[in-house]
């Protein structure tokens, strides 16, 4: 088995037999939201590529592989082209423990245009012994030439149920949170663990309802006073919109009068049924929010774009 992993037993099932049938591509494209796996399923890949028919030292490694032939590049907010640069450089030296290299660059979305255009001659015209995984959460933001090149290989959402079994089983996870948890993780592995592991996520997400309920409501004395939470949270801003999107989705559900059994904040229900806003103005201040997570990824002015949410959310009517 590539790894003992929960969902997307296809995708895995199909690198299976890619890795049995030698059929290997020079270059991957893992495609799929955040924490459904991609990352470690391209390790477990590369741990495969570069072990199974030359072990060393270093594939005895079990818990953080590392090898001299796997070279991993992680976006932080971009990956430059000078990083690219030096990855291509680097591939035409050749392996020195197996009979391969790997590159493993995560976040490919978040590459810059110029950088990814720099590795466009290495997937056209590979070294034979270069295999390149690339995982991104976005296609839009790759060139359709890089696209054309790779082996697209698609993550689903993780199915709740299977969240569940998972934070049962594998953490110890009692099953009321594990539902929650599970409800809350929007189909992401790693979301759900966060909240399940990490106080932090709990007491963010009780600050961002707080907050929201306040807006919503129009019992803030000034949207303006709500920045220093963002600000403060920059770095959790993803987590936050996300919280609002599925509360904005919970609120539309109890409007139409839909089945409760769908509710993701199943904790927050007293409070949701008091929101006093209709489907369709949740739907608009959801597309506020996907419009103003687009102007951030823009790189906007970050204090005029979220104050400018904040008037759109408390000044609603």
């Known amino acids: 088995m590539l790894v003992d992993f929960v969902g997307n037993e296809e995708s895995i099932k199909e690198l299976e037999k890619n890795l049995e049938n030698k059929d290997l591509s020079h270059a991957y494209l893992f495609l799929g939201n955040e924490g459904v796996g991609k990352f470690t399923v391209a390790k477990a890949l590369a741990k495969r590529i570069l072990c199974d028919e030359n072990e ?45 290299k790997v590159f493993i660059i995560d976040g490919f979305e978040d590459v810059t245009v110029s950088g990814q255009n720099a590795l466009l001659k290495t997937l056209e015209e ?16 790759i060139l359709p030439t890089i696209l054309s090149r790779t082996r697209i290989i698609k993550f689903n959402n993780i199915m709740e149920d299977d969240v569940i079994k998972f934070l049962i089983e594998k953490e110890n996870i009692g099953i009321d949170n594990a539902t929650l ?47 220093s939470f963002f600000n403060e949270n920059k770095e959790y801003l993803n987590e936050i919109f996300n919280i609002y999107l599925l509360f904005l989705r919970d609120i539309a559900i109890i409007d139409l009068g839909l089945n409760e059994n769908n509710i993701m904040n199943i904790d927050k229900l007293t409070m949701l049924k008091k929101q006093n806003i209709t489907a369709q103005k949740a739907t608009m201040i959801s597309d506020e929010i996907i419009k103003t997570i687009e102007l951030l990824e823009k790189n906007t002015n970050f204090e005029l774009t979220i104050e400018q949410l904040l008037i759109n959310i408390g000044g609603m009517k």
């Open 181 to 227: 948890f599970a409800k809350l993780s929007s189909g992401s592995v790693n979301r759900a663990l966060n909240y399940a592991k990490n106080p932090k996520y709990l007491s963010l997400r009780e600050q961002a309802i707080s907050i929201f309920d306040r807006l919503l409501n129009k019992t803030t004395s000034s949207p303006f006073r709500e920045f």
């Open 56 to 100: 060393s030292y270093y594939c005895e490694i079990a818990d953080d592989f590392y090898h001299p032939d796997l070279k991993i590049l992680r976006a932080d907010k971009s990956i430059k082209k000078a990083e690219i640069d030096e990855l291509v450089a680097d591939s035409f030296k050749k392996p020195f423990a197996s009979k391969y």
């Open 126 to 141: 590979p070294e034979d012994y270069l295999k390149i995984i690339l995982t991104s959460k976005n296609s839009k933001k």
